[in-house]
Structures are given as C-alpha cells and as structure tokens.
C-alpha cells in the first residue's frame, strides 16, 4: 500500500514538473487586469488526476473486496457496544468516498481539459475540500461506531462557581 501511494505521489509530481516547466505565466493576462495566472498550458494537463482517481480506485478495490470476504466467510463478528460492525462502517465509509472523490476528480478533470487555460485554478479547490471532508465524515463514523453508547457512559453535570437561581429569587435579592 505504501507503494503504491509513492508511486501515486511520484506521478503526481512528474505530470506537475513537466507542465510547469511546458507552461508560460503572465501578470497581465488582459490589459489593465493585473493578476497572475497560467498562459499556454498542456491541454493534457487534466492528467493530474488519473493518479489521484486510481490511488482511490485501488483503495475502494480493497475496501470492496474486504466487504466480499466478509460476506463469504460465516463468522459472527462481534458487533460493537451500539450494535454496529465497524467493517461495515469502513466498507460504506470508503466506498461513499471514492465516489464522492472520483465525481469531484472526474469534473474538475472535464474542467482542466476543455476549458482555457486561464480557467485552470477555479475548480482546484473542490477535490481538495471534497477529500478533507469526506475523510472526516469517514472518521467521526468510525468513532460513533467505535463509542460506546450514551446509555453506559456517565453523564456528569456542570459545576457551577455562582448556582443558578430564579429569576424572581434574583429580582427580589436586588430590590
């Protein structure tokens, strides 16, 4: 697996290196409008994400394979203290982010190989923010699933320095 992610890394790294290096800046791209932005990109640039997507391709692979071999095998696993498997949990989790990933991955691919180039930095971002969001969702379900349940946890209350009181018990403390 950790191969398999520098691998991922290593081509992610080329395919940037080769179009930064085939690419032209400009600090004017129309006159009066000062901004940087890329001039004559590869219009194979859309490339960047074919790493991405079968990094994530492969991951959803294993996570759908452990889901078949857990469906093959007769083991009653042990669910957890709220009665959820957390291979489940997992299988699902991956599953739903791969999909959301390779949606995002797969427009902002469209986007970087049909557009101009100067249309090149809007859609970067959502991939970015799709993976940190899905990966966080995938982790507070792992950890609902891996918590116990509010019923066997202790609910301590707040200590207060001042108690509350009544409205009416401070109104007529201060008049």
Known sequence: MGSAFLVEILAMTTILVVANLTSGTSIEPIPGVKICTNEDTSNSFYVFWLPILC???LLCSLAVWAGIQRSREEINFVPLSNGVFL???LIKGNVGYFLAIFLVGLVNAVMWGTLSPEWVEVPEGFPHG??????CRLILHIRNAASPALDDTYQGSLAFAYP???RSAISASTM
Do not use: M, S
Request: hydrophobic share 65%; glycine share 6%.
């Open 55 to 57: 990094f994530e391709f």
């Open 87 to 89: 291979l489940d949990v």
């Open 130 to 135: 799709v993976a940190v969001i899905a990966g």
């Open 164 to 166: 509350l009181q009544e």
